[in-house]
């Protein structure tokens, strides 16, 4: 169901499997099924996550992903009854995400740049060049890294102004490239071999791998000389967003961007407008002095 219906990921209906495998080995240590299983185990079963020092926000996960297994049940007829209907959720306060400064983001790229032209061999300077680009569009765009490395080619519209991406829940979207982006775009497919994949790859699947472009991108940092454990594919997903609400974008441009089903999603980084506020009227107010 949530592949057929919902469009899900693969990462997304992984992370379903995992928690509901746990979730029915708490059930069966009870003596029950998940068909018998009742409210109270269902807290029982939240009580020893945060027993075991799972954080609120991974418990409030694993529960969603619980709700919406009993109610597939109650849909198709399995069970009369919801036993997680009022069950609460755990709450946690959210955390703003981590983001990088422009100036720090400026010599992430710099530094890719300069290794690109710099390295010796064909092969070295491809791999550098690979990295550049990956990070040039990583920033330009926002895109989810599951997004960015399995990209096609044919993604980049013939003028590589625009990228079609396809993102959660299999939707559709167009995010426009600035000038940098679409210069190492062309720079780079300008190298490449005849392929499906913009950043091919020998494993299994064909493109670059996350993992791959993750380790590769925390290494570019030490060489930055920024804290490797600061900078991650998503950081700069969220640099994209905050330094975008700084200059100005509206949010629901950015949430479009960044392809959030739902706009509470996006008002994570409504920290930078509030900062961006404070300082409009500590600069502006007659009596801010």
Known sequence: MMSAERGAAKNTIDAYRRDLSDYAGFVAGRQM???????????????RLRLDGLSA?????????????????????????DPTRIVASPKSRRALPKVLSIEEVERLLVTAEAEANAEPTPEKQAGALRLYVLLELLYATGLRVSELVSLRRSAVMRDTSYLTVRGKGNKERVVPLNDRARDAIKTYVATM????FLFPASGAEGYLSRQVFGRDLKLLAGRAGISSARVAPHVLRHAFASHLLAGGADLRVVQMLLGHADISTTQIYTHVLDEKLRTLVETHHPLAE
């Open 57 to 81: 926000s991974s418990a409030a996960r694993r529960l969603s992903a619980i709700r919406q297994f009993h109610r597939f049940l109650c849909a198709d007829g399995i069970r009369s009854d």
């Open 33 to 47: 099924t998940l068909i018998t299983v009742q409210r109270e185990t269902v807290n029982a079963y939240l009580d």
């Open 193 to 196: 071999e005849p392929g499906p």
